[in-house]
């Protein structure tokens, strides 16, 4: 297999950096030009290998371990979707120093989705690729809603012609807790691993009432977003979930007629995918 068939798909985050590397080339079974509505159907493409770090403001420890794991990854055109500017451009450098050939920025106008939103051009483009990989992956005749609990938590709706509708953006699970700690006086950050487990929704300390509130206060979010979503449509949609949160809260979502799947790379295979259109301009 040459390295042409070969892609470093990249998504930018507002916390973490992550990489996938694709091997296959991506097959597409309808073609997925620009303005066509991708229709549902074949496997989402996987990656063989992934890499993932935090970006912190003057902090290079990330990107040097980045460094590494491209080592051996040289000459393999990359992709890079972002909605984070400095830790963008910081990722494209470091790409490009390590050899990586031919490192373009993806711009939404090039994706294989329709929008029906006022500024497609606002919309972040991992919530649009979260959307192409859907559209690979729902059934043609059903709509999908795309949980993306990241930085933000993000809950979208494709309708069953494939177009991106738009949805809701709130504060994601780390977001929420550093806020809290922020804004008073005396209530703690609550690390992450914290909020892993369903807590007792009786917090009978600060910590645990912490936990509470948080926990079920996302949960009870989308719930409520997605039922709300649901009301719209005539066929029930397929859930899909995404982002470093979303392994905590997976099993509490869906219901008898909306299946739920965990996809801890849905972003990054929009990301593959997108590379089967149109290239775009170099920057
Ligand atoms: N162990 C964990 N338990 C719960 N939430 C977590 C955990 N680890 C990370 N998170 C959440 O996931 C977010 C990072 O996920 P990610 O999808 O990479 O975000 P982004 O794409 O915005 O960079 C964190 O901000 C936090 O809200
Ligand atoms: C909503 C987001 C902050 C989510 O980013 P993330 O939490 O995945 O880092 C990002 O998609 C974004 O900056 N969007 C621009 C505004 C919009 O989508 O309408
Ligand atoms: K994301």
């Known amino acids: 297999m040459g390295e042409t068939e ?3 798909a990249v998504d930018v985050g507002n916390s973490r950096v992550k990489l996938g590397l694709f091997e296959r080339p991506v097959e597409c079974e309808q073609a997925a030009q620009a303005g066509l509505l991708p229709i549902a159907g074949g496997a989402l493409p996987e990656p063989v290998d992934t890499f993932s ?7 290079p420890s990330g990107y040097n371990a980045l460094r590494e794991w491209l080592r051996p990854h040289a000459g393999i055109p990359a992709l890079l979707a972002s909605v984070h500017r400095s830790a963008g451009q910081a990722t494209i450098e470091a790409l490009r120093g390590c050899g990586v050939d031919n490192c373009r ?7 294989p989705i329709a929008t029906r939103v006022d500024q497609p051009e606002r919309v972040g483009i991992d919530r649009l690729l979260a959307g192409v990989a859907a559209n690979r992956l729902r059934r043609p005749e059903s709509p999908a809603i795309v949980v993306d609990l990241g930085t933000a938590l993000t809950i979208d709706l494709i ?20 806020a809290l700690h922020d804004q008073t006086d005396a209530l703690p950050d609550i690390a992450m691993q914290q909020l892993e487990d369903s807590p007792d929704a009786v917090g009978r300390n600060t910590v645990d009432a912490l936990r509470a509130g948080l926990f079920w206060g996302a949960v009870g979010a989308i719930r409520e977003v997605v039922a709300r979503q649901r009301d719209r449509l005539t066929v029930p ?30 972003v990054l295979s929009g990301v593959a995918i997108a590379s089967e259109s149109k290239p775009g301009p170099a920057p």
């Open 105 to 111: 920025p993806l711009v939404g106008k090039q994706l």
């Open 6 to 8: 070969r892609l470093i």
């Open 53 to 59: 770090f935090a970006h912190v403001e003057g902090e």
């Open 237 to 266: 949609p397929q859930l899909y979930l995404t982002g470093g949160a979303a392994p905590s809260v997976a099993r509490l979502l869906g219901g008898p007629d909306c299946t739920v799947r965990y996809l801890p790379h849905l």
């Open 159 to 178: 309708a069953a012609d494939g177009a991106f509708e738009g949805g809701a953006i709130l504060p994601g699970l780390r977001m929420a807790s550093r």
